[in-house]
Nanobody
Framework: VQLQASGGGLVQAGGSLRLSCAVS????????MGWFRQAPGKEREFVAT????????LYADFVKGRFTISRDNAKNTVLLQMNNLKPEDTAVYFC??????????????WGQGTQVTVSS
């Protein structure tokens, strides 16, 4: 399974970005997908996850109401729409394939990450 994350960049506080993760190599529709992030000097942390059918979503408290995870099974893609970005959202964002979980250990395949930088 290969995951390719894209869509990161530099944005001012209050702005928006949409991250995309393209999955190839296996049947996408059977997989739960997640987004994690890692800020400099910090451990990787859970951001959001979506069930294989798209009907279930789970978010970290610090992104509720600002980020939305979705998936397009026809395009083998999972998206993370990020609105009202804050400087503390600055991190490398990773997509992953695995269980419907907040736990990093429950994800088997990982993308390479995409940098998001939010300026104040």
């Amino acid at each position: 399974v290969q995951l390719q994350a894209s869509g990161g960049g530099l944005v001012q506080a209050g702005g928006s970005l949409r991250l995309s993760c393209a999955v190839s190599g296996r049947t996408f529709t059977n997989w739960n997908m997640g987004w994690f992030r890692q800020a400099p000097g910090k451990e990787r942390e859970f951001v959001a996850t979506i069930g294989w059918h798209g009907g279930m979503t789970l978010y970290a408290d610090f992104v509720k109401g600002r980020f939305t995870i979705s998936r397009d099974n026809a395009k083998n893609t999972v998206l993370l729409q990020m609105n009202n970005l804050k400087p503390e959202d600055t991190a490398v964002y990773f997509c992953a394939v695995g269980s419907y979980s907040r736990l990093e250990s429950q994800y088997k395949y990982w993308g390479q990450g995409t940098q998001v930088t939010v300026s104040s």
